[in-house]
């Protein structure tokens, strides 16, 4: 009973420690961003302009969506290097973390790998030579 308890806690510990969201991760840099030319979202790679102030310095960039409203503000995702032409992605849209499908696979090879074990050590316990009920 010991060692079903023990493994069941293990499985409800990997799968907490693989979709707990990870705080180690690189942070994302936020900003707020003005729309200054909207783009018709009817067109192949529709991106409205906006506007975005990095550091001291308010610089152009090309959003990743279309539709806005002209001097609408919106929260983005600042790449890593802004230096020359860059898009920017819209916070609400950024991906937090590893994709689902990552995540679920990991979960599935863990949780796979304890019902291995624990299937081998209930076939070795199985082999295991009990004491003769009806000793002479």
Same mark, same amino acid.
């Given at each position: 009973m010991l060692v079903l308890l023990v493994a069941g806690l293990v499985g409800i510990a990997t799968v907490v420690a693989l979709w707990w969201p990870?705080?180690?991760?690189e942070k994302t840099r936020l900003a707020?961003?003005?729309v200054v030319?909207?783009?018709?979202?009817?067109v192949v790679d529709a991106y409205d302009r906006v506007e975005v102030e990095i550091g001291d310095e308010v610089r152009t960039a090309k959003l990743d969506g279309c539709?806005? +409203?002209?001097?609408?503000? /919106?929260?983005?995702?600042?790449?890593?290097?802004t230096n020359g032409e860059f898009t920017v992605q819209a916070a609400a849209s950024a991906p937090a973390g590893p994709p689902l499908e990552t995540r679920l696979a990991a979960t599935l090879l863990c949780l796979s790998g304890l019902a291995g074990g624990?299937?081998?050590?209930?076939?070795?316990?199985?082999? +295991?030579?009990?004491?003769? /009920?009806?000793?002479?």
């Amino acid at each position: 009973m010991l060692v079903l308890l023990v493994a069941g806690l293990v499985g409800i510990a990997t799968v907490v420690a693989l979709w707990w969201p990870n705080a180690s991760a690189e942070k994302t840099r936020l900003a707020s961003a003005t729309v200054v030319e909207p783009a018709s979202c009817g067109v192949v790679d529709a991106y409205d302009r906006v506007e975005v102030e990095i550091g001291d310095e308010v610089r152009t960039a090309k959003l990743d969506g279309c539709g806005h +409203q002209e001097d609408e503000v /919106v929260e983005v995702v600042l790449p890593a290097d802004t230096n020359g032409e860059f898009t920017v992605q819209a916070a609400a849209s950024a991906p937090a973390g590893p994709p689902l499908e990552t995540r679920l696979a990991a979960t599935l090879l863990c949780l796979s790998g304890l019902a291995g074990g624990l299937y081998a050590y209930l076939l070795t316990r199985r082999s +295991q030579p009990t004491a003769a /009920v009806g000793a002479a």
